[in-house]
């Protein structure tokens, strides 16, 4: 789910949210304000959506990249 030209898509073909699309939007917004509360950006929102699409293999690299302080590095 992102936000193209101003307006949410739920998945890389453009896809408008609409009554069929809307569970996956709820489901995002619930996951952002469990973790962000009020305080939700685009930054945080895309971050939460590639974060929600890693595989396990990912998610592991990624927790190793961070607890390991490589993020200053990267960035």
């Given at each position: 789910m992102k936000i193209v030209n101003g307006r949410w898509v739920v998945d890389d073909n453009l896809t408008p949210i609409d009554e069929r699309?809307?569970?996956?939007f709820v489901e995002l917004g619930e996951k952002l304000k469990s973790v962000y509360g009020k305080n939700i950006t685009h930054d945080r929102i895309k971050l939460m959506t590639q974060l929600d699409s890693l595989t396990d293999s990912?998610?592991?690299a990624l927790s190793r990249?961070?607890?390991?302080?490589l993020v200053n590095k990267i960035a």
């Amino acid at each position: 789910m992102k936000i193209v030209n101003g307006r949410w898509v739920v998945d890389d073909n453009l896809t408008p949210i609409d009554e069929r699309t809307s569970a996956a939007f709820v489901e995002l917004g619930e996951k952002l304000k469990s973790v962000y509360g009020k305080n939700i950006t685009h930054d945080r929102i895309k971050l939460m959506t590639q974060l929600d699409s890693l595989t396990d293999s990912d998610e592991r690299a990624l927790s190793r990249v961070i607890e390991e302080g490589l993020v200053n590095k990267i960035a």
